[in-house]
């Protein structure tokens, strides 16, 4: 094969990133994977729409079909973004034997199952290296990188509007809500806000990451998810004199840890929730936009991944590093490398919320008389649920007062059945406030 060609559905952020970065870039490229590779076409909805970097009107079509059939073009990428037709224009390319690259988290998340087996019935790969964590090689680096090893901890700050919201809440002590609305303002955040903000976006990353560590399909709709809406400046502090960060986390952490099972079995805690986290803890110091990785594999130990979560230029290099193996694949018509999804847990299953393990942040707005404390942790020792320590902050609330409790392990059940019962309590006004703490364990 002299060049490779390719065939673009989507020129605007990240396909009018990816034409620049091979325009930059492409003649390095080609000396490292010792083949050229030429955008062929580009599909786009409308000539005439603003895009981040041009693209010769020559190039570019308004029929993504003329893309995926043309004979020209050997590899296909889908950065049109949604589900349905992002749906059609893969299946489509994969029934043609052609590889595909995507950036599309959603689309993965709904149908990933139902590509990966069209992948293996057409013989042709799809590569999806941008749609988690922008520039950072995530997908690459648990598919090769760590091939040797069990994952037996990932900790993912994975969404960039979340984790700058968090940050200048923590740094500049302000609300929810003002923050939200100046990142609006500023193109940090969408409007409406609630793909990122409620965590589903987060959701779509780490099932992705899920199942790609432990080898069967995680279903979105096991993934438990909280997002940070309903985060206080109040709690950001308390928690800050209590020596935490609050970071919104993505947790995939195999139940029994760091135990090697000889026959293929594990149960997972795949979950997305703000999460008190050590200041000492490196994950504590990834602020505004960034996002981060830490991975835990049991030959590797413990490492930690860190870039841009977004953005045309890191979005562009992950589609590169996609084209590079797609482009490899085909030059050497190679398809024994490790494959982008492969199914190797026979019996894996998503342990349910209720029975996650875990530490607790909870704050209460109690009234300021004696006896509550004894009242409130009767109700945990009748659930077996040790306090670790009590804080009464300065400060009232009407006639109330706040009062902290840290929590040590226990399942979620538990704990949420506890705070049921405390939340009934006289003693106890307005619903309690739980967060969850991770140790890193
Ligand atoms: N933006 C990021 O930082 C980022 C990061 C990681 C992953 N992603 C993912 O990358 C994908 C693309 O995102 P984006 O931000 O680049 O979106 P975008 O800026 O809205 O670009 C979408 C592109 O698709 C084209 N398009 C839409 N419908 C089409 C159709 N029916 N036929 C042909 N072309 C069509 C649009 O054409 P027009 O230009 O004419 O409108 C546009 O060029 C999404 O799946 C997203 O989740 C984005």
Same mark, same amino acid.
């Given at each position: 094969m002299q060049q490779v060609n390719l065939g673009m559905i989507g020129g605007g952020t990240v396909g009018s990133g990816v034409f620049h970065a091979l325009q930059l870039n492409g003649a390095l490229l080609a000396l490292r994977i010792g083949v050229p590779v030429a955008v062929r076409k580009v599909a786009v909805k409308a000539f005439n729409e603003p895009r981040p970097y041009e693209i010769p009107? #020559?190039?570019? =079509? =308004? *029929?993504w079909r003329e893309v995926v059939n043309d %004979? @020209? +073009?050997h590899i296909v990428s889908e950065l049109a973004g949604g589900t349905t037709l992002a749906r059609e224009i893969i299946l489509s390319a994969l029934r043609l034997g052609k590889p595909v690259i995507t950036a599309n988290k959603a689309l993965l998340s709904a149908h990933g199952e139902e590509l990966f087996a069209a992948t293996k019935e057409h013989g042709a790969n799809l590569y999806y290296e941008a749609s988690v964590c922008g520039g950072i090689p995530i997908i690459k680096s648990l598919r090769e990188g760590f091939v040797g090893n069990r994952i037996t901890a990932l900790y993912g700050i994975v969404n960039g509007t979340c984790n700058y919201i968090l940050t200048r809440m923590k740094l500049e002590g302000a609300d929810f809500g003002a923050v939200l609305a100046d990142a609006q303002r500023q193109g940090y955040a969408e409007t409406p806000p609630d793909l990122d903000i409620d965590g589903w976006d987060s959701q779509h990353k780490i099932g992705i990451l899920a199942s790609l560590s432990h080898g069967f399909w995680v279903r979105p709709e096991d993934i438990y998810v909280e997002g940070i809406r309903h985060i206080s400046a109040l709690d950001i502090k308390f928690a800050d004199e209590l020596g935490y960060t609050i970071k919104l986390l993505g947790i995939i952490k195999m139940? @029994? #840890?760091g135990k090697r099972k000889e026959k293929s079995s594990c149960r997972v805690q795949v979950s997305v929730y703000p999460t008190l986290v050590p200041n000492a803890h490196v994950l504590a110091g990834v602020n505004h936009v960034f996002n981060a990785v830490f991975v835990r594999g049991d030959i590797v130990g413990d490492t930690l991944f860190y870039g841009r979560g977004a953005g045309k230029d890191a979005t562009a290099s992950a589609v590169l590093s996609d084209l590079a193996d797609a482009a490899l694949d085909l030059k050497f018509v190679s398809k024994h490398r490790v494959p982008p999804f492969v199914p190797h847990e026979c019996d894996g299953a998503v342990l349910p919320i209720e029975a996650v393990v875990s530490s607790y942040f909870v704050r209460l707005n109690v +009234? *300021?008389? %004696?006896?509550v404390l004894a009242k409130i942790a009767a109700v945990f020792g009748e659930s077996r649920i040790g306090i670790s320590s009590v804080i009464q902050p300065e400060g009232h609330e009407g006639a109330s007062v706040p009062l902290i409790f840290m929590l040590h392990h226990a399942t979620n059940g538990a704990v949420a059945g506890a705070l049921k019962k405390i939340g009934r309590l006289s003693v106890v006004k307005g619903q309690p406030v739980m967060l969850r703490v991770e140790t890193f364990e």
């Amino acid at each position: 094969m002299q060049q490779v060609n390719l065939g673009m559905i989507g020129g605007g952020t990240v396909g009018s990133g990816v034409f620049h970065a091979l325009q930059l870039n492409g003649a390095l490229l080609a000396l490292r994977i010792g083949v050229p590779v030429a955008v062929r076409k580009v599909a786009v909805k409308a000539f005439n729409e603003p895009r981040p970097y041009e693209i010769p009107r #020559s190039l570019m =079509t =308004t *029929d993504w079909r003329e893309v995926v059939n043309d %004979p @020209e +073009v050997h590899i296909v990428s889908e950065l049109a973004g949604g589900t349905t037709l992002a749906r059609e224009i893969i299946l489509s390319a994969l029934r043609l034997g052609k590889p595909v690259i995507t950036a599309n988290k959603a689309l993965l998340s709904a149908h990933g199952e139902e590509l990966f087996a069209a992948t293996k019935e057409h013989g042709a790969n799809l590569y999806y290296e941008a749609s988690v964590c922008g520039g950072i090689p995530i997908i690459k680096s648990l598919r090769e990188g760590f091939v040797g090893n069990r994952i037996t901890a990932l900790y993912g700050i994975v969404n960039g509007t979340c984790n700058y919201i968090l940050t200048r809440m923590k740094l500049e002590g302000a609300d929810f809500g003002a923050v939200l609305a100046d990142a609006q303002r500023q193109g940090y955040a969408e409007t409406p806000p609630d793909l990122d903000i409620d965590g589903w976006d987060s959701q779509h990353k780490i099932g992705i990451l899920a199942s790609l560590s432990h080898g069967f399909w995680v279903r979105p709709e096991d993934i438990y998810v909280e997002g940070i809406r309903h985060i206080s400046a109040l709690d950001i502090k308390f928690a800050d004199e209590l020596g935490y960060t609050i970071k919104l986390l993505g947790i995939i952490k195999m139940a @029994e #840890s760091g135990k090697r099972k000889e026959k293929s079995s594990c149960r997972v805690q795949v979950s997305v929730y703000p999460t008190l986290v050590p200041n000492a803890h490196v994950l504590a110091g990834v602020n505004h936009v960034f996002n981060a990785v830490f991975v835990r594999g049991d030959i590797v130990g413990d490492t930690l991944f860190y870039g841009r979560g977004a953005g045309k230029d890191a979005t562009a290099s992950a589609v590169l590093s996609d084209l590079a193996d797609a482009a490899l694949d085909l030059k050497f018509v190679s398809k024994h490398r490790v494959p982008p999804f492969v199914p190797h847990e026979c019996d894996g299953a998503v342990l349910p919320i209720e029975a996650v393990v875990s530490s607790y942040f909870v704050r209460l707005n109690v +009234v *300021d008389k %004696p006896g509550v404390l004894a009242k409130i942790a009767a109700v945990f020792g009748e659930s077996r649920i040790g306090i670790s320590s009590v804080i009464q902050p300065e400060g009232h609330e009407g006639a109330s007062v706040p009062l902290i409790f840290m929590l040590h392990h226990a399942t979620n059940g538990a704990v949420a059945g506890a705070l049921k019962k405390i939340g009934r309590l006289s003693v106890v006004k307005g619903q309690p406030v739980m967060l969850r703490v991770e140790t890193f364990e």
